[in-house]
């Protein structure tokens, strides 16, 4: 089966910077699209960044362009979010998913499917 673990969630400072990784297991990792979705509390969750298998492309979020970078890691199977000059509104729990990237925008999870997988998530707190 398809699984999707985050980790290297934690406390940062504004302005602070922090990665965190997504290991994945039970697919063909370099063709499959995979990024990261955030849910900040009392919030829907939001995609934040994707990358496409295909042909390389990426999605950001207008909120983290400039500030995250994803990237794979396609021999261990390992995808990352580095995180720099992060915010309070960076606050959230981090989901790695199989989500097309062309679902990002306007993404409603009530949409996602039996097709999506879904890690368990990884708490960013942004906060002094």
């Known amino acids: 089966q398809v699984e999707l673990v985050e980790s290297g969630g934690g406390l940062v400072q504004p302005g602070g910077s922090l990665k965190i990784s997504c290991t994945s297991s039970g697919f063909i990792f370099d063709y499959y699209a995979l990024g990261w979705f955030r849910q900040a509390p009392g919030k829907e969750r939001e995609g934040v960044a994707c990358t496409m298998s295909s042909d390389g492309s990426t999605y950001y979020a207008d909120s983290v362009k400039g500030r995250f970078t994803i990237s794979r890691d396609n021999v261990d199977n390992i995808m990352y979010l580095q995180m720099d000059n992060l915010e309070p509104d960076d606050t959230g729990v981090y989901y790695c998913?199989?989500?097309?990237?062309?679902?990002?925008?306007?993404?409603?999870?009530?949409?996602?499917?039996?097709?999506?997988?879904w890690g368990k998530g990884t708490l960013v707190t942004v906060s002094e």
């Open positions: 998913s199989t989500v097309p990237c062309h679902r990002y925008p306007g993404f409603h999870y009530s949409a996602s499917g039996a097709a999506d997988y």
